[in-house]
């Protein structure tokens, strides 16, 4: 069992080092890491823009700079969060309590470093995680037949549902319609055209790239343009030293443990993920602490703990999707979108069919958190002089950039045209409370819980009472049934809007 | 008289229900099938069901629950924002990268207050030089630099 461990990473490294690799997951790094650092823009928007430039490349590298600009993304992120106070995304709230209060104190560098530090750490973890755990869950995976993946749909978008931010209601909504919208085009079994109403470039379903672009890309621009003071940095903060002294690392250390583990098991949830993971280690260590009265004032656990738990949790929910196929959240659906654009179809299959895919991909995010690491950290004095780049002059490239980015795939105005529109819709929805989130995670299934579905009910003849008669598919809906008992029930439901205030 | 209580709430409603009941219509075209045989209406008449069944829901929970109001809407970012990717869409073939990069960074300048016509010029020039350099030339994607190709 070790032997194979070691096995498999020795050809996952194999396939990842070569000069061009590393050089994409350099340059993914670099480029997640510059556009995640914009003020306002968080990881996902900053995947969605940056998609488009890994479309040429062969697979294997273009999942590599994807694993990079992923990193990046998250890393960029918590560097906003600090420095300037501006979260990009839910995730990174946490980081700016403690890190922003850091900063203040003129501790910018050394909020910056254990962030870099412990993600590294943490990264490190999360890919001996997925070396370990994937290959058994993708053994169980090979034993789940239709009803049993269609059931385990249902659990993951449910869990998603729930651990979104916002009323559950609407993210169900958005849920079903993304799975609708995932169904425009020609229908596989019969080959007859849905939702198209003529148009012939919805015959292939509707692009990836327009949709996701147009919802966060687009309206994030509009939003920030809405702000009566455009999100402009003001720091009081100077960066001193950018290494933490010795009394740094004996308070964080722990915590980076503590949030690596608990990422890492909370990644492997579906439906979990960084935000999650953050959230629950910051509740932790402000838990635990001798004196949590620190916390919010520059407590340096409070950025150790959480930016470690998100880093694991972003590595080992890299799992559901390689090895079930299922993304757990919105990030890991626009990886599985840039896979499946790729021709690969994520699941078990890949890991037996593919090894040196999915061994080089698990490689590549190690790699890609050493490059955080070993560039990001000294390159930090360019970042800083970027965020004082005024908005006005950043959001015409940005938009300029995605416009390019969706056109330059495949030379479409009706692409374009669609991009406007979902962020017409996306805007409109958002006005109305409903996060754009749940709505990808549905896109991207949409087709896949058709299929599995219909072969169910093929297998039972029409009777749905297959998804309860197949123990593993039971099994999956009576965890389903248990979650939604518990958010219905009154005291849970105040928990977590609890937490999701803090 | 209904009062609305939350607004977002019942928004989000009639939006969902709106979606739903176009999924009905136009689903109903298709084979719905029979449980065993899914037709290719089938799943997506069921998804239109129940989005409507949360619409609704929702439109009720705005009428009868307290809920936050909506952030007025401004129109001038979005029009601009969208005006721009539609002018870059539809030009871009006839006039090339270079000249729809400036058009397109004056048009999303005019999204907020207060433009400085020159500086937007300056920096739509910098980005037209910089995506066809980096586009065109170096990835060589396939777009027109310039018009008539």
């Known amino acids: ?502 | 008289m209904l009062r609305v209580r939350s607004p977002q709430d019942l928004g989000a409603g009639l939006v969902f229900t709106l979606i739903g009941l176009a999924g009905f219509y136009f689903g109903t075209d298709l084979t719905f099938g029979t449980a065993a045989r899914m037709g290719p209406g089938f799943f997506p008449v069921l998804l239109s069901g129940l989005i409507i069944a949360i619409g609704l829901v929702l439109a009720l929970k705005g009428v009868a629950v307290e809920g936050p109001p909506i952030e007025p809407v401004q129109l001038r970012p979005i029009s601009f924002i969208v005006a721009a990717i539609l002018i870059f869409g539809f030009l871009i073939e006839s006039i090339g990268l270079a000249l729809t990069a400036v058009l397109l960074t004056i048009f999303a300048a005019y999204a907020r207050p207060e433009v400085k016509l020159r500086e937007t010029i300056l920096l739509g020039v910098g980005l037209a030089m910089f995506t066809v350099l980096v586009f065109v030339y170096l990835l060589g994607q396939a777009l027109p630099a310039w018009w008539g190709r």
């Open chain 1, 1 to 502: 069992m070790e032997f194979d461990l070691l096995q498999n990473l020795a050809t996952g490294f194999g396939a990842a080092v070569s000069f061009k690799n590393l050089g994409f997951a350099l340059l993914g790094c670099l480029l997640g890491t510059l556009i995640g650092v914009l003020p306002g823009i968080g990881p996902i928007p900053t995947i969605a823009m940056l998609l488009p430039i890994t479309f040429g490349l062969e697979p294997l590298s273009s999942l590599i700079m994807l694993a990079g600009i992923y990193y990046g993304a998250q890393y960029g992120g918590s560097t906003t969060s600090i420095l300037v106070n501006i979260p990009g995304e839910a995730g990174s709230i946490v980081t700016c309590l403690d890190g922003h209060a850091m900063a203040k104190q003129g501790r910018a560098g050394a909020a910056l470093a254990v962030a870099a530090l412990g993600s590294f750490l943490a990264g490190c973890v999360g890919t001996v995680f997925i070396a370990a755990f994937g290959p058994p869950l993708a053994a169980i995976a090979q034993e789940f037949n239709s009803p049993d993946y269609f059931s385990l749909m249902v659990l993951g978008l449910v869990t998603a549902v729930i651990l979104a931010h916002g009323s559950v209601l609407k993210a169900v909504g958005m849920v079903l319609v993304g799975l609708l919208l995932g169904l425009v085009g020609t229908d596989v079994n019969s080959g007859l055209t849905r939702y198209t109403f003529g148009v012939s470039e919805l015959w292939d379903g509707i692009d990836f790239l327009p949709l996701v672009i147009g919802l966060f890309g687009i309206v994030e621009i509009i939003r920030n343009l809405e702000q009566p003071t455009l999100p402009r940095p003001q720091f009081s903060a100077k960066m001193r030293d950018l290494w933490p002294g010795a009394k740094d690392f004996s308070e964080s250390w722990r915590a980076v443990l503590r949030g690596t583990a608990l990422g890492s098991i909370l990644g492997i949830l579906p439906g979990g993920g960084a935000v999650l993971a953050a959230f629950a280690s910051y509740t932790l260590e402000k838990k635990i602490a001798k004196d949590p009265s620190r916390f919010g004032k520059g407590a340096i656990e409070g950025v150790a703990g959480p930016e470690s738990a998100n880093n694991a949790a972003a590595q080992t929910s890299f799992i559901p999707l390689l090895t079930l196929g299922l993304p757990s959240n919105a990030i890991m659906a626009l990886m599985m979108g840039a896979m499946i654009i790729q021709g690969i179809q994520p699941g078990s299959a890949v890991m037996t069919k593919r090894p040196d895919l999915f061994w080089g991909m698990v490689a590549s995010m190690w790699i890609g958190n050493l490059m955080l690491l070993v560039i990001n950290l000294p390159l930090i004095g360019i970042w800083v002089r970027l965020l004082s780049v005024p908005y006005r002059l950043l959001y015409p490239a940005i938009l300029l950039f995605c416009v390019i980015g969706i056109y330059g795939t495949n030379t479409n105005i009706a692409q374009l045209v669609l991009c406007a529109v979902f962020a017409v819709f996306g805007y409109i929805l958002l006005r109305f409370g409903c996060e754009p989130a749940p709505l990808v995670l549905g896109f991207i299934l949409g087709p896949l819980m058709e299929e599995n579905l219909r072969r169910s009910l093929v297998i039972s003849r029409g009777d749905p009472m297959v998804f309860l008669e197949r123990p593993i598919s039971a099994v999956l809906l009576a965890a389903t049934v248990a979650i939604v008992v518990l958010i219905v029930l009154p005291q849970f439901r105040r928990t977590r809007e609890e937490a999701f205030q803090e």
